[in-house]
C-alpha cells in the first residue's frame, strides 16, 4: 500500500490511461524497488518473538502467491471477481479501499485453500506411513 501511495504521488502528472499503464507495471518502477530495499533492511532489524498465528499466516505466503498470480485464475480473480478495471476510474479513496479489500479478500480465500490443502495431504501422508494405501 505504502508503495502504491509513493508511486500515485510520484506520477500523479500523468494522464489516466498512463496512470492506469502505471498500476499495471508498479514493480518496476525505481523508487518501489528502493522503498522494498529499505523495508527488507528495517525488519532484519526487528526482533519479532515467536507468534504461532503470525508464522501460520506467513508460511501460506508462497501457497497464496502461487494461487491468486496463476495465469489461470488472475483474470477471473481480478477481472471477473473483483472487477479492479472498474475501480480505476474512481476517485482515490475508493480505490485505496478496494485494494485493501482485495488484498485482505484474496489472502484469506488462499489462506483457507493452503489449510485444505495441508490438512489433506497430511492425513494422505499420515495413512501412507501407516502402511495404508493410498
Known amino acids: 500500500m505504502l508503495l502504491f501511495l509513493i508511486n500515485y504521488k ?7 490511461e498512463q496512470f492506469k ?6 514493480q518496476n518502477f525505481v523508487p518501489v524497488v528502493f522503498i522494498s530495499v529499505i523495508t527488507f533492511i528495517c525488519f532484519t532489524q526487528v526482533n519479532i518473538k515467536y507468534n504461532k498465528w503470525i508464522n501460520s499466516i506467513a508460511s ?30 474512481t476517485n482515490g479513496l475508493i480505490l485505496i479501499l478496494h485494494i485493501i479489500f482485495s488484498v485482505i479478500f484474496i489472502y484469506s480465500v488462499a489462506y483457507i485453500i493452503e489449510r485444505i490443502r495441508l490438512i489433506i495431504i497430511e492425513k494422505l501422508l499420515i495413512k501412507n506411513e501407516k502402511g495404508e494405501q493410498l
Open 60 to 89: 501460506a505466503s508462497f501457497a497464496v502467491y502461487l494461487l491468486h498470480d496463476n495465469e489461470y485464475i488472475r483474470n477471473f480473480i481480478f477481472k471477473d471477481l473483483l472487477k479492479t478495471d472498474y475501480f480505476y476510474n
Open 10 to 16: 510520484i506520477y500523479n502528472s500523468v494522464s489516466t
Open 21 to 26: 499503464y502505471c498500476l499495471r507495471i508498479s
